[in-house]
């Protein structure tokens, strides 16, 4: 890989000579990326390696610009894609929304992106630790016929330059693990999954292994169907992260917002669109975050923005033309890349949100189910599905549910769904557990929601069960 001082000489010539030859400002980002992942399945391993480099180019004149990408970081060949950076800057019609590049900030030295215990983690100690924890999980139940782990560590380098006298550069390692449990009582098959991630590794695999194994058991012995109606559900951290990457996919987003497409606009700050127990962050800075770095992908200061304060709403993300075109600061939220294989280098910067976090509460998970007259605790679900990410209209199916009476749950469910508005939800949010767990970049606690219309996609078999949860995992 190539030496960070290198990229950095590199992307100032291109800055340079993009000036030289008739752009009015230029923008080099590069990344210089290696990949290394191991995915378990059953006894063997697949390791796969990667490296990822390239250059994103931007050019403009005046509020023209014009944008190309080169897949290696050989100056000659990225020369050529300037020119035709500058070359489609020339013939595109003017953007109102551009409003050039950052200019140079200071950026805090407080946070640590690299690890030296990710970047020395041998291969052989990874698949060591997988096939330790595989073990370790199947032997949480004899009815679990599967427990298989992935691992994966990003080891890399981006350098942002541009002629506005923007220089920064910076390397981080991070990892992402997960683990899921399958296993099958009478006819029905289950499933759980557990994840981690960041830049500080633990060596938690043994954990990730059998809290998965633990939640697919539990419902072991399920054979009757949830019962319908309105009452409480209280979504485990799991369950509750994925329901808040769907419903705030878009909603936060500053350039929607500011062009009136948005279901929140400037006039619904500082008004209550959430539960006086719900705060909601989106942070840059993260110690030891998926997505943390000293700033986004143009180069603005990466900061911690609290987007909901105990219900209310207080600002959107933007990055830097957005927030140069709502009079605001930057919240350092332009990223590059976003969707599943998206590669940063070949795409514009947009939007998009960083580590969030739910601010927890002061009750543990089992003291809010003390607290439960009627309701149900659903885990990881199967799907979760926006009709319209707009409005945020859903629908859960999810794996695991327990049902919850007089404070105890009583027994594990089959077949359930539940449709709901995600801005409503957020209303009906009535306790916030001190419980955390992380899946993909969010961090959340157990979350109870009140008043919650659950319908069976069962028929109801015979009741089976006594009514402690030993029962149900076999102990």
């Not at 900030?105 to 030296?116: N, V």
């Not at 800075?285 to 304060?309: H, M, V, Y």
Request: glycine residues 8%.
């Amino acid at each position: 890989m190539n030496d960070i001082n290198e990229i950095g000489d590199i992307c100032n010539r291109l800055v340079d000579f993009g000036l030289k030859n008739g752009a009015d400002q230029a923008e080099i980002f590069a990344i210089n990326e290696k990949t290394l992942s191991v995915q378990q399945n059953g006894e063997s391993m697949a390791v796969n390696s990667n490296v990822t480099a390239g250059l994103g180019i931007r050019m403009a004149i005046g509020k023209r610009w014009g944008f190309t990408s080169s897949s290696s970081l050989d100056i000659k060949n990225a020369e050529s894609e300037v020119k035709e950076a500058i070359k489609i800057a020339k013939i595109r019609d003017e953007d109102d929304n551009f409003f050039g590049f950052p200019p140079p900030k200071l950026f805090s030295s407080e946070y640590k992106f690299t690890s030296t215990k990710l970047k020395n983690l041998a291969i052989e100690e990874i698949i060591s630790s997988l096939k330790d924890a595989r073990i370790k999980g199947l032997a949480v139940n004899p009815n679990l016929v599967s427990v298989q782990g992935a691992f994966s560590i990003k080891d890399g380098q981006k350098v942002i330059v541009n002629s506005s006298d923007l220089y920064i550069a910076f390397e981080k390692t991070s990892f992402s693990a997960g683990f899921s449990a399958v296993g099958t009582y009478g006819d029905h098959r289950f499933s759980e999954n557990s994840f981690t991630g960041g830049t500080q590794y633990n060596n938690n695999l043994d954990d990730l292994a059998i809290d998965a194994a633990n939640r697919t058991a539990e419902m072991f012995g399920a054979t009757v169907s949830v019962p319908e109606g309105n009452m409480s559900l209280l979504m485990e951290p799991t369950a509750a992260a994925i329901f808040l990457i769907a419903v705030t996919r878009l909603i936060f987003k500053g350039d929607l917002a500011v062009s009136h497409r948005s279901i929140f606009q400037s006039k619904d700050l500082n008004t209550e669109i959430a539960s006086p127990e719900f705060t909601f962050i989106d942070d840059g800075t993260l110690q030891g975050g998926i997505k943390a770095a000293p700033c986004d992908d143009e180069g603005s200061p990466s900061k911690t923005t609290r987007l909901i304060e105990k219900g209310i709403l207080k600002t959107f993300l933007y990055d830097y033309s957005t927030a140069v075109k709502a009079g605001v600061d930057s919240t350092g939220n332009a990223v590059r890349g976003i969707g599943h294989g998206a590669r940063s280098y070949t795409a514009l910067p947009t939007i998009g949100s960083r580590d969030r976090l739910v601010s927890p509460g002061h009750k543990s998970q089992d003291e809010i189910i003390e607290e439960i007259d009627h309701g149900i605790l659903i885990g990881y679900p199967a799907g979760i599905f926006l009709s319209n990410p707009m409005t945020t209209d859903f629908t859960i199916f999810p794996t695991r549910v327990l049902e919850i009476k007089n404070g105890e749950i009583i027994n594990p469910v089959l077949g359930t769904s539940i449709a709901g508005n995600g801005i409503k939800w957020l209303k009906k949010i009535i306790s916030v557990g001190n419980d955390t767990t992380l899946m993909e970049s969010v961090i959340s606690p157990s979350i109870l929601f009140s008043n919650v219309d659950v319908t069976s996609t069962q028929k109801t078999k015979e009741s089976f069960m006594p009514k402690r949860m030993e029962a149900m995992i076999g102990k």
